[in-house]
């Protein structure tokens, strides 16, 4: 990949240096960079910028998910909405279904509320400083770093869990983390070199993912070897120091899924608020602590029918709990739709796996094999 910087020779440090970062080589790292970062759809290299729209975009849809699943959703979602407005503009059902299948909805939901607060009432264009950016919903500090940083080339501080890796064990940093998470970030502003600012972070990240990675760092071929403590005394693999986690609490419930006479199913539209707000689902109870005191059994189905719990409860695991959900199946062989509650919004469809989030996408394909 050609990437030809003079400015990567002469590398002056950030001013404010309040650690021993002086063999920290920011010019070995380009040298890596121009060689072999990855070209993403949302990156540009220095001196050029990536829009601002395009890096928060893919910031967002990075958040907990990894770049190979985010690289198709960025760019359908630039294709159908090829900046900030358009996808202000756009209903809030459709971007949701778009997202389906990332995960993590609150974060759709808040690029809608984002976009259009950008669009309508910022006149389209993104603040550049990481405190306007923060008045932004769903971003927080890392993310707000990460687009001044990449998209305006300020000077911020960048700090995900990869660059956590990398400098936690370049200085061989044994507070554990998230403890840690100040004393790393200030590594990171006291390394972080005055040239080609959109690309430092970047460059670390495309460095932790690709040399400096979590099983099997290569130390005996790295570029940044001779400044790495951790490196030098075999112990990489020891770096960063976690604080032990503890299990996550188990959660029950039951998906039902009902098929009608021509192979269609019942979906509900999951409430805005909460668990995967506003998704097309199937109905299901006892999981998402809507009712605390449902013991999640048959007679929580949406109808009196003849459903059968198949033997395999289907596995997910949000951020705050593990789930095991059973899945009844029942199939309406008389044509004839039954009486549903009322307020439910619960239409007959036919299923298609990219219409609903990854939990549902589970349930669908457990019931397939029975149910073709
Ligand atoms: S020497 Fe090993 S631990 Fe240190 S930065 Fe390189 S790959 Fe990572």
Known sequence: MPNNHADT???????????????????????????????????????????????????????????????????????????????????????????????????????????????????GIFPADVGGLRDLPGIGPYTAGAISAIAFGQHSTVVDGNIERVLARQYAVTTPLPAAKVEISAIYAAIRPDQRPSDFPQALMDFANAVCTVKAPGCSSCPLATSCIAGRQGTAASFPVKTAKKPKPARRGIAFVAFDAEGRCLLVKRPDKGLLGGMLAFPSVGWDHRAPDSVASLDDAPFAADWVILDDPVQHVFTHFALDMQVAVTRLDTGISPDLPDGIDANWVTPRAADLPSLMRKVLKAVQPHYP
Request: proline fraction near 6%; avoid cysteine; glycine fraction near 4%.
């Open 9 to 123: 020779q002469m590398v002056t440090h950030n001013s404010d240096i309040s650690v021993n970062d002086s063999a920290f080589d920011p010019v070995a790292l380009f040298a890596w960079y121009d060689r072999h970062g990855r070209d993403l759809p949302w990156r540009h290299r220095w001196p050029a910028l990536a829009p601002a729209y395009h890096v928060w975009l893919s910031e967002i849809m990075l958040q907990q998910t990894v770049v190979a699943t985010v690289i198709p959703y960025f760019l359908d979602f630039t294709r159908r909405w090829p900046d900030v407005t358009a996808l202000a503009s756009a209903p809030l059902d459709d971007v949701l279904a778009a997202w389906a299948g990332l995960g993590y909805y609150a974060r759709a939901r808040n690029l809608h509320k984002a976009a259009n607060k950008v669009a309508f009432e910022l006149g």
